[in-house]
């Protein structure tokens, strides 16, 4: 197309307004058809076979080589479960085994299963993609205007909505629930609406809340009716609960001196559009097949092709791509749609909490092969190297590379300690602190709410959030402090710097605290 047609043309995303009546009607060429499968590279029969048949070997290495706890895996082709098998343990220090029954928390891969409850609502006719989210709830707010009226689902569910990168997760972090959190968005600064690729959880959390209102019932009951219940799911919930009375359920790990530990610790319930679905590899088989079925299974229709199709096409460009010679990827509604050297659309997404789960679902439309596997620990690379593994053994025949090694690397920073003393010497001969008397007191802040310092046994304590969690204040130098956070967003290990500022009358007039300061909204004025 020429530059000056390009100019010529109107463009308008979902949602906008347009008022175009008098613009010049362009004719256009029909596009290109899309090129006939037999034109990618062919697969044999015999190869998926033999990729089916090389997963025992290449899950018990993946395991081995990660030191992940437990794994499990399930393979769909064709709109039949061709395998499905656990290894390793539930649980550390238990014996009970990993099966295609156990359940696991999906975090991330919650996002494409929610995507498909939308998708079912769409079908229904409650909703539209291109609903403006305060159409079904009025009260919602993203700070601007004309901003908060028109961001639609779409917008929400592509991450295009000017919220800024995992806005509000902080908030859960300190025990906010879904309400609090999608009220505080707020006051956050934001990106550019629909231009702005930035993957925010709370984000899409409103859209889903949207879509719950709008069918008359919460989330997690429409998710069981659209999706769960039809399609045989069993095991599966958006319900944290239901997770934790589980008796075939792998526990939440974390590292601890060169082994994992048991936590159980992480409660997505506040995000659960977004990251709180727990599901087996059984179950989530039965999605895979609907899912590479365009909404059917079993030969019954679950979702209309036209309602799930705009999920699973490309909706925004997240950015750039590693390389010049690298293919650009892009995300749809919940689902990243990429492209793979040998030019098939590969439909993924991968889910991981730092408090012990990493998960990886990948699908090949036009083989109708999909693979999930979910693991129960912190993000090491093991599913995503599982599934590169198995998907360069159907097309190719062999591995390409050491996923695992590659994929490793990428995923030290997710569970990493953070904090800009991480690894720091404490003064040697600090600066006196003030007499904790100059420290009490309450502070406020209007995104975070309340902070209260308190003086306990041992010395100064840091209370935030709606619970007050309480950190103990450990003296740095002079009115500096530091706490040592362990949260989803603030690994085991990391540091948090809490400085106050000091007035004319000796007292703390404000306090900061490094680990809240992300979108520079860390500081807490005193109230008293």
Avoid at 235 to 247: E, I, L, N, P
């Amino acid at each position: 197309m020429s530059a000056s047609l390009c100019t010529a043309l109107f463009v308008s995303l979902p949602g906008t307004a347009r008022a175009d009546a008098d613009l010049p009607r362009i004719a256009l060429p029909d596009p290109m058809p899309a090129p006939p499968l037999t034109m990618l590279l062919p697969v044999p029969e015999t190869r998926i076979e033999a990729a089916i048949a090389a997963l025992d070997e290449l899950g018990q290495s993946i395991l081995d080589r990660s030191d992940v706890p437990g794994l499990a895996v399930a393979v769909v082709h064709d709109g039949q479960t061709v395998y499905a098998r656990g290894f390793g343990l539930r649980a550390v220090g238990d014996l009970a085994p990993v099966d295609a029954d156990t359940v696991f928390l999906l975090a991330s891969v919650s996002k494409p299963v929610g995507a498909t409850v939308v998708a079912a609502q769409v079908a229904a006719g409650r909703v539209t993609w291109d609903d403006p989210v305060r159409s079904h709830l009025p009260w919602f707010d993203l700070g601007d205007p004309w901003i908060s009226a028109h961001v639609t689902i779409g917008d929400l569910y592509a991450h295009r909505s000017g919220l800024l990168d995992h806005a509000g997760d902080d908030l859960e972090d300190l025990g906010f629930d879904r309400r609090e959190v999608l009220d505080r968005l707020a006051l956050l600064p934001k990106g550019r609406f629909r231009l702005d690729y930035a993957y925010t959880n709370f984000g899409l959390t409103a859209a889903a809340e949207a879509v719950a209102v709008a069918a008359g019932t919460d989330w997690a009951s429409l998710s069981e009716q659209a999706i769960y219940r039809p399609l045989g799911m069993t095991a599966t919930s958006s319900r944290h609960a239901d997770f934790m009375a589980r008796d075939n359920r792998a526990s939440s790990h974390v590292p601890n001196g060169g082994t994992y530990v048991i936590a159980d610790r992480r409660q997505p319930d506040a995000q659960s559009p977004a990251g709180g679905v727990s599901s087996s590899v059984h179950d989530m088989a039965r999605w895979l097949a609907m899912v590479l079925g365009n909404g059917t299974l079993d030969g019954t229709p679950v979702i209309a092709p036209e309602a799930l199709r705009p999920a699973l096409s490309p909706q925004m460009i997240p950015g750039l791509p590693m390389q010049v010679s690298a293919r650009s990827g892009a995300y749809g509604y919940g689902f990243n749609v990429g492209v793979r050297p040998s030019g098939r659309v590969e439909l993924s997404h991968s889910g991981a909490f730092a408090l012990g789960a990493s998960t990886s679902i990948s699908m090949l439309p036009d083989l109708g092969l999909g693979i999930v596997v979910l693991t129960n620990a912190p993000p090491t690379g093991a599913p995503e190297a599982l599934a590169a593994a198995f998907l360069d053994r159907v097309e190719l025949g062999v591995e390409t590379r050491d996923w695992l090694a590659g994929y490793s690397r990428l995923m030290v920073p997710l569970s990493a300690p953070v904090g800009r003393l991480l690894g720091a010497t404490p003064p040697s001969d600090p600066a006196p602190a003030h007499p904790d008397t100059a420290y009490r007191g309450t502070y406020d802040n209007p995104y975070f709410g309340p902070a209260e310092v308190s003086v306990g046994a041992d010395g100064l304590v840091l209370a935030l959030g709606p619970d007050k969690q309480g950190m103990a204040l450990q003296h740095w130098d002079g009115d500096s402090f530091v706490v040592f956070p362990e949260t989803e967003n603030q690994p085991a290990g990391s540091i948090s710097q809490v400085t106050f500022q000091i007035d004319a009358t000796g007292a703390a007039a404000s306090l900061w605290v490094e680990h809240l300061d992300g979108d520079g909204l860390g500081a807490f004025l005193r109230q008293d």
